[in-house]
């Protein structure tokens, strides 16, 4: 049977080996990840004034990226209304183009 936590040492004490040294601190992504203006996004085109479609590079993967931005401190920041398609999603939103217009159109 496997022991999992801390091990004991010879006179029976759970050992840290990190003994006397702070934890390491986590990297805030904060910064990085609301900036706007990353030199991956390609801003293709304004839907409105508050909506755009952008591709990006996320983790090694594009991105199609339709998202509302918000106003703060002076600088365009992505909200959280949006979606992110993958190049298989946006491929399969793409060649149905032609139908959406299709249901579109019958509905109006």
């Known amino acids: ?10 006179e029976g ?17 904060t910064s990085a990840s609301v900036e706007s ?4 996004d390609i801003v293709v085109c ?3 004034k508050n909506r755009r479609v952008s591709v990006r590079n996320w983790n090694g ?3 199609v990226d339709i998202r ?5 401190d002076g600088k365009q ?15 399969v939103l793409r060649d149905h183009a032609e139908a959406i217009d299709k249901a579109l ?3 109006s």
């Open 1 to 10: 049977m496997s022991f999992r936590g801390k091990r004991k040492n010879a």
């Open 13 to 29: 004490h759970a050992s840290d080996e990190n003994e006397g040294h702070a934890p390491p601190k986590k990297a805030s992504n």
């Open 37 to 40: 203006d990353d030199s991956d």
């Open 46 to 48: 304004e839907i409105s």
């Open 61 to 63: 993967k594009i991105w």
């Open 68 to 72: 509302e931005f918000y106003v703060k």
């Open 77 to 91: 920041m992505p909200g959280k209304k949006g979606i992110s398609l993958s190049l298989d999603q946006w491929n």
């Open 105 to 107: 159109a019958e509905s």
